[in-house]
């Protein structure tokens, strides 16, 4: 399984600012994905992003707010931008993998932001 | 479009027991995956198992096993001789089977705790 890795592992922000969350991985990947979690709450898929193209954002997310870069095969930033209190959540990286021949996602430990 | 419950937000049980966490799912598909992921309150999301749908066979993982049921589209998991370490959000996924997206479908997650 890949070695995922992700900076910063928490934050506290001032609302109205941005923060880049940077997500790494030990091998090369063609899809990488982006989550938020809520509080005690299950996984919310914000956009998956392929190395070369846009990131395909999902129903309520929108590039200004979460714009996404993925400059090469191991590498993508989220930004969170003008954040609100309402930011304030968990932002899991995930990559496409396989485990026993199936494919499946493998997560990086997440950033916790609080927006105050 | 497919849908994954997990009827129980939170369940608790002494050291050493075994337990049943349930996820049922509503799908049209034939053949699809079904995972279980663990959360720890490190936050770090774990592959536990998984299952192919066209195998009748229940997959195990050492403590971990679950019970397959296709025709009432149930998935739960079995986890014996339960440990402290397994303390931890549970949540369970859907996949189609050749999906190029990788997309999971989440439960809600199950809150595990395990009692000394």
């Known amino acids: 399984s890949a070695v995922i890795s992700q900076k910063p592992s928490r934050d506290i922000c001032q609302r109205g600012t941005s923060l880049t969350i940077q997500c790494q991985v030990d091998s090369q990947v063609t899809m990488m994905f982006w989550y938020r979690q809520q509080p005690g709450q299950s996984l919310t898929l914000i956009a998956t992003a392929n190395q070369g193209s846009e990131a395909t954002y999902e129903s309520g997310f929108v590039i200004d707010k979460f714009p996404i870069s993925r400059p090469n095969l191991t590498f993508s930033t989220l930004t969170v931008s003008n954040m609100s209190p309402e930011d304030s959540s968990i932002y899991l990286c995930s990559v496409e993998g396989l485990a026993g021949g199936l494919e499946t996602q493998y997560f990086g430990p997440g950033t916790r932001l609080l927006v105050l | 479009a497919q849908t994954v419950t997990q009827s129980q937000p939170e369940m608790s049980v002494q050291e050493a027991e075994t337990v049943t966490l349930s996820c049922t799912y509503d799908?049209?598909?034939?053949?699809?995956?079904l995972f279980w992921y663990k959360q720890p309150p490190s936050r770090q999301m774990i592959l536990v198992i998984r299952?192919?749908?066209?195998k009748q066979q229940n997959a195990t993982e050492n403590r971990f096993s679950v019970n397959f049921q296709k025709a009432a589209k149930s998935f739960s998991l079995k986890i014996s001789d339960s440990q402290l370490g397994d303390t931890a959000m549970y949540f369970c996924?859907?996949?189609?089977?050749?999906?190029?997206?990788?997309?999971?479908?989440w439960g809600a997650g199950t809150k595990l705790i395990i009692k000394p």
């Open positions: 996924a859907f996949m189609r089977f050749g999906d190029s997206n990788y997309q999971l479908i």
């Open positions: 799908t049209s598909e034939n053949n699809y995956y």
């Open positions: 299952q192919e749908a066209y």
